[in-house]
């Protein structure tokens, strides 16, 4: 019989949209542990293809009482988009050639959404930098708005990425077009 404190073993799912992440590896920084203490472990995931709505990671909870049978926790693990983002420099001219390329309605996405905090525009660069994306200065004739360039990276593909984010701070509302 496993001892549960020390022989961890996990199971991943992913669920929704093609549930295509995959575990590529786990590693646990501790080889035995006590009662209480802390366990640290690294997951190292790839994108398949798409993405997936979460990943569950299943952690063993120890052995039901009398039966023998281990009992698993279930755990959302928040898999972002980000993970899999790297940023890409190009000039104005690179961006609107390839902005006017993306014609077909299943290129684009577009959401017009309300401001819910005050509309700052460092904390908007700041989050905007945080999903992976290169943020480029000088390419939208308006200076309010941010423009983006990126990579999403799969097993299958890469996936080129712009973004376009126009803030309207007279409505509160924003208009985000990928």
């Known amino acids: 019989m496993l001892d549960p404190l020390t022989s961890i073993k996990m199971k991943v799912t992913a669920t929704g949209v093609g549930k295509k992440t995959s575990l590529q590896k786990m590693h646990n920084d501790a080889t035995g542990s006590r ?8 997951v190292l995931r790839e994108l398949l293809a798409g993405l997936c709505e979460f990943t569950r990671l299943a952690l063993p909870s120890g052995f039901g009482v009398g039966s023998g049978v281990r009992q698993f926790i279930n755990v959302k693990v928040p898999v972002m988009i980000s ?6 420099a190009m000039t104005s001219d ?3 050639n ?18 819910t905090t005050s509309m700052d525009t460092e904390i908007d660069k700041g989050k905007l930098i945080g999903f992976g994306l290169t943020l480029l200065t000088d390419v939208d004739p308006n200076p309010d708005n941010f423009v983006g360039a990126g990579i999403i990276h799969t097993q299958e593909s890469q996936i080129g990425c712009l973004l376009r984010l126009e803030p309207s701070k007279n409505a509160k509302m924003y208009r985000l077009t990928l």
């Not at 009662?35 to 690294?42: A, M, N, V």
């Open 94 to 96: 690179d961006f609107f």
């Open 35 to 42: 009662p209480s203490q802390r366990r640290k472990f690294r």
């Open 83 to 88: 993970h899999f983002f790297s940023g890409v």
């Open 98 to 115: 390839r902005w006017k390329q993306l014609s077909l309605p299943q290129q684009e996405a577009q959401k017009i959404f309300q401001a």
